[in-house]
């Protein structure tokens, strides 16, 4: 199925941008996405001007949320490390299905969650696809 890709990042900070890039590259090959397709980037207000992510999406933006927006999407993989350290329960997988369900004009119902989170070194990511609107 083709369709729009979000991708989701979840990052230390400081991560280096060969290890986002790193993370990206064996998500897309092992789940054979092609990158061309993501429309966009997502994570957490914090890492809104963190160079590691920005080199390594660039030149695409990201788009970011804070804590509490997370927290209220519902993902398959709530950590409570993460909720520790960034207040919510979820940064990659709710990153990408909160800018998917934006991109989608808030039709949550044509947002999947194609990849759960996968860890990198210092960072993390998840993949949504947004299918096509439903045709009468």
Same mark, same amino acid.
């Given at each position: ?38 429309? +966009?980037? =997502?994570?957490?207000?914090?890492? @809104?001007?963190?160079?590691? !992510? *920005? &080199? $390594?999406?660039?030149? /695409? ?22 909720? +520790?350290? =960034?207040?919510?329960?979820?940064? @990659?997988?709710?990153?990408? !299905? *909160? &800018? $998917?369900?934006?991109? /989608? ?22 993949? +949504? ?8």
């Amino acid at each position: 199925m083709k369709g729009p890709l979000v991708v989701g990042l979840g990052s230390a900070r400081g991560v280096s941008s060969g290890a986002v890039r790193a993370l990206l590259r064996r998500i897309y090959d092992g789940h054979d996405l092609d990158p061309r397709l993501v429309c +966009a980037y =997502a994570s957490i207000d914090r890492r @809104a001007a963190e160079p590691g !992510l *920005l &080199a $390594a999406i660039a030149p /695409a933006s990201l788009r970011t949320f804070p804590a509490a927006r997370l927290d209220a999407v519902a993902v398959p993989h709530p950590s409570e490390r993460a909720r +520790a350290a =960034a207040g919510t329960g979820s940064v @990659a997988e709710a990153a990408a !299905l *909160l &800018a $998917a369900a934006e991109v /989608a004009a808030g039709d949550w119902a044509r947002v999947a969650l194609i990849v759960p989170k996968t860890a990198g070194d210092r960072v993390t990511a998840a993949v +949504a696809r947004i299918r096509p609107p439903h045709r009468m």
